[in-house]
């Protein structure tokens, strides 16, 4: 942000030689309202905000994926269930494996040391792996909601600011008795501006809001049905035990 | 995420850079010189006297827009020979000689009419003449000729005083008429022969004001009343008005006497007296779902 106001300055700087009549952007900026300004400001600083969060969760969602599938790979190889534990343990570990690892270590906890099978030993395993995914899901869907936000409300912070560019140049034209396109021309394109700014920061928040929000419904899935399926792989385990004792 | 911002700033900062390289090789408009066109706005009326004739009617130097229509010779010949003293500007096709051969002075009532308005718009008028002369004769639009039409610059010239001088003159009335009013062809009459839009509805709305039609009656909405009414000068009636047309319906009395009623409570109507032989006798025809005057 620092940098980018910045930046601004600069430019708004070399701009102000620029001839009052020409509609660049600078010249565009400089003329507006102060209520206009903090508007486009505004709006330009969700924009900017909104696409860090866009590069933020494409890599995330990358990642997840792409550890959840290896994950998959090797608890699907028939390796041994602790060894991969043993491995998966000296590491962080986000979505598939970080369930997977909860699982195993209050398995571990529950078995470790005990002569018989206590009791509720597959409802606990059960809660910490939906405890784990909650959590997993969370972390996923963070400033997702911030998306959602500036998709919604940006067109109409743009359109605010479009209302009152108008309304002050309808000002100019009642100030100068003169309908002439160039009384009103300038008034009006930097109040388009405004909804040209809000249009750009919210089209891409709401596609990439779709985007993501659907990823996020696809991983709950993928990690709801593994905790079933190691679920099922746990309780057989202990059936086979408490024949064995 | 840190980065993740910084890729969005250098992102927005290229974005901002080439809009700015984008608009500003497209934000120098060349100044356009201001054409102005002069537009005078006319009523139906005032466009409808303008076309009052003369027979001394001068012929009048071709406005410089006109010259490329046509050759002026062919048209004129038949037309034109006895009004004119010289040979006046040819004239559109859609005349009838007749009328333009037999045309003279005016009589005095509309002159007067004339002048009035005259006054009242001075500058309108006073360009008039020239270029509907040559351009339009009926009431016909004719879309080749709307260049015409609207440059009155050239013809500002040729045009023989300003009527605000004129005023300023101590001449004698009929001279001062013929100045403010310069010689034209056209028909004999200047006045219009139908009343504009505006005063059809103003009457209408006049006489709605005072008329209540009776309701409820079986099939009384399709009840039409005729009327037959002459008017004074001044907007009053010279007598009660008369029945045009009768209907055995049991409800045709009361719709006829609120009709009537209507007509007679309203007097005087404000209508436009230099059209007074357009509405001196007239049959309205009273409808209760839609009343057409005149």
Partial sequence: MIIMTGVLNGVLATATVAPHSDLSFVALFLSAHIVVKVVMVGL???????????????????NAKKEADDFEKAFWSGQHLDELYQVLTQRTNQTLPAVFVAAMREWKRSIDGAKSLPGGVLMR??????????????????????????GSTAPFVGLFGTVWGIMSSFQSIAASNNTSLAVVAPGIAEALFATALGLLAAIPAVIFYNKFS???????????SFSNEFMAILSRQVDVRSEKL | MRKAITISILFHIALLTWALGYFASSDTPKPVAKITVPVDILTPSQ????????????????????KKKKPAKKPVKKIVKKPAPKKPVRVAKKVEPKTIAKAKPK????KKKIVKAKKRIPNQVQKKPVPKKVTKRQSEFDPENIAALLNKLPDQKPAPKSSYKVKLEPAPRAQRQARLDPPNYGRRYGADDTMSANEIDAFKAQISQCWRPPTGGLGSRDLNVKLRIK???DGTLEKPPELANFSGSPFFRPAAEAAKRAVWQCQPYRMPKDKFATWQDMILNFDPRDMFGG
């Fill in chain 2, 231 to 233: 008017f004074k000068l």
């Fill in chain 1, 44 to 62: 330009l600083a969700s924009s900017v905000w909104g696409w860090a969060v866009i590069v933020n969760k494409t890599a995330t969602f990358k």
């Fill in chain 2, 107 to 110: 009589p005095k009532l509309v």
């Fill in chain 2, 47 to 66: 466009f409808t006297k303008i076309k009052a004739g003369k027979k001394e009617a001068k012929k009048i130097k071709k406005p410089a827009v006109v």
């Fill in chain 1, 125 to 150: 395993v059960q809660r910490v792996m939906d405890n784990t995914i909650t959590s997993e899901i969370d972390r996923l869907e963070r400033r997702l909601m911030f998306l959602a936000t500036v």
């Fill in chain 1, 214 to 224: 659907h990823e996020v419904s696809r991983h709950i899935a993928r990690l709801e």
